[in-house]
């Protein structure tokens, strides 16, 4: 009996350890999913500094990963000498209305980065004028200063968690969560 006992308490003693041990790891608890936006529309809105006509470039992929080419369209020339206020815009415009992703990516500014990538000989400057708490750049507005003649392509490319500071995309890391590519020219 006493043999019984024992082992009834032995037993009773390993159950409530095992039931009541602390999981370092808590991966009994579970992890809570950042849902990847869905970016359908990137608008990029340039206004000349002291007036003139801005410049909007815009690509709308509506299908996704779908058969349908994204459209791709840009409203005029960059006039040299100018410098332009920018403000980027994302929706996803598979939702009615349309959701503005603009703000989930200001919201979590630490999380997120653009980076404007310069090709071709086009000759324009770009400065980050958005930040996020910590004083790094974010990005959804910038300057544009356009340089003289020139052409190529301005790529802004969207960054999730991105390692911060970094010295551009280079470096980064991170996951894309959209790209833009727009040709652009100066007169």
């Known amino acids: 009996m006493k043999n019984f006992k024992f082992l009834t308490i032995a037993f009773l003693s390993l159950f409530l350890t095992i039931a009541c041990s602390s999981d370092d790891d808590n991966s009994s608890i579970p992890t809570p999913i950042n849902e990847e936006e869905i970016i359908t529309t990137v608008t990029v809105t340039l206004t000349p500094e002291g007036g003139g006509t801005e410049i909007i470039l815009q690509k709308q992929d509506l299908d996704g990963d779908g058969p349908n ?40 500014s630490d999380e997120h980065q653009f980076f404007y990538t310069i090709g071709g000989d086009l000759d324009v400057t770009t400065t980050y004028t958005s ?57």
């Open 69 to 108: 080419a994204p459209t791709v369209d840009v409203s005029g020339d960059l006039v040299a000498g100018t410098t332009y206020n920018a403000v980027i815009e994302l929706l996803n415009e598979t939702e009615n209305p349309a959701e503005n992703i603009t703000e989930e990516v200001e919201e979590e």
């Open 131 to 187: 930040f996020d708490s910590n004083g790094n750049p974010l990005g959804t507005e910038f300057t544009l200063e356009a340089g003289v003649a020139s052409s190529g392509t301005l790529t802004f490319t969207l960054r999730h968690e991105p390692t911060k500071p970094n010295t551009g995309i280079s470096d980064a890391g991170g996951e894309t969560d959209v790209e833009a590519s727009f040709s652009l020219n100066i007169l």
